[in-house]
């Protein structure tokens, strides 16, 4: 069974970055065929796909968040990491990581001084 665990700070202050990390247990990162995704559900909208880093490591980014948005993974670890640049509070969300057949529970993340 394949388990992931968002974790990272609560609360960012605006222009700061914000960094999350997944940890996955059950499948290694380069399992063939896995795409790994991070996507936020601000409040009162709908789900927002912000981008995946894929089996073989390459990067996928939505376009209206790729200048600020960076994924990266340490293998050795199993894991891989969001970071947001120049946040705002328009960034406030609970933040998944997922494969798309297994989610992590969500972490909330709140911009504001």
């Known amino acids: 069974q394949v388990q992931l665990l968002e974790s990272g700070p609560g609360l960012v202050k605006p222009s700061q970055t914000l960094s999350l990390t997944c940890t996955i247990s059950?499948?290694?990162?380069?399992?063939?065929?896995?795409?790994w995704i991070w996507i936020r559900r601000p409040p009162g909208k709908g789900l927002e796909w912000m981008g995946c880093i894929n089996y073989r490591g390459s990067t996928f980014y939505s376009p209206s968040l790729k200048s600020r948005t960076s994924i990266s993974r340490d293998t050795s670890k199993n894991q891989f990491t969001l970071q947001l640049s120049s946040v705002t509070p328009a960034d406030t969300a609970v933040y998944y990581c997922?494969?798309?057949?297994?989610w992590g529970q969500g972490t909330q993340v709140t911009v504001s001084s």
């Open positions: 059950g499948a290694p990162l380069t399992t063939d065929g896995y795409n």
């Open positions: 997922t494969n798309i057949l297994d």
